[in-house]
């Protein structure tokens, strides 16, 4: 994404600095030699997210979250929530995509204590919670398997083999 719009500057975040270690490098060279100028990665979790992002992030993306994240963003903790807010400047768009297998990730999915994702939990639970974080719906649906096949993201790329999986795209914008 930092390549196709140079005229952004994109902060990857990761609480793990070991998926964020070779992009990181690569970020860093030359721009002759693939370097990108307008990207940087940071390793820290959502609920910690350093005060120097308070108010300017023009578009949070959260693409199938695991661990921590996903129960956050699937419960809608508010902790988590407000993190989000704090760090979005005024419009911000949030978007969120989380993935969930219900046989694959059963045991991770009840180790976190996170409930069957269907469209009326989200709905009528987990919107509720984002619009009392802050944050106006724009969008709230389950993606074609099509549709999320077609994501830039590793992991969508990776989980693009298993038709089984529920994908949720939600889209809110920051008050």
């Given amino acids: 994404m930092a390549k196709a719009n140079p005229n952004k500057f994109f902060i990857g975040v990761d609480a793990n600095v070991k998926p964020i270690e070779k992009p990181s490098m690569k970020a860093t060279r030359k721009p002759a030699k693939g ?14 997210l350093p005060e120097e992002f308070d ?3 023009d578009e949070i ?4 979250p695991w661990g921590s994240l996903l129960k956050a963003v699937a419960i809608g903790d508010a902790g988590i929530l407000a ?3 704090r760090i979005g400047a005024p419009d911000c768009l949030l978007e969120i995509v989380i993935g969930i297998d219900p046989v694959r990730d059963r ?14 939990f989200v709905h009528s639970y987990l919107i509720p919670k984002y619009i009392v ?11 074609d398997h099509d ?11 990776r989980l ?9 795209y939600l889209v809110m914008r920051r008050k």
């Fill in 61 to 64: 993306h959260i693409h199938f």
């Fill in 55 to 57: 108010g300017k992030a």
């Fill in 147 to 157: 549709e999320w096949a077609k994501l830039e993201t590793s992991w969508a790329k």
């Fill in 160 to 168: 693009h083999g298993n038709s089984g999986r529920t994908v949720f």
């Fill in 35 to 48: 370097g990108l100028p307008n990207a940087m990665f940071v390793q820290a979790a959502a609920e910690d």
């Fill in 107 to 120: 045991v991770e999915l009840e180790r976190l204590g996170i409930p069957e994702l269907t469209l009326v």
């Fill in 133 to 143: 974080a802050g944050f106006d719906p724009l969008e709230v649906r389950r993606l």
């Fill in 83 to 85: 993190s989000l807010h």
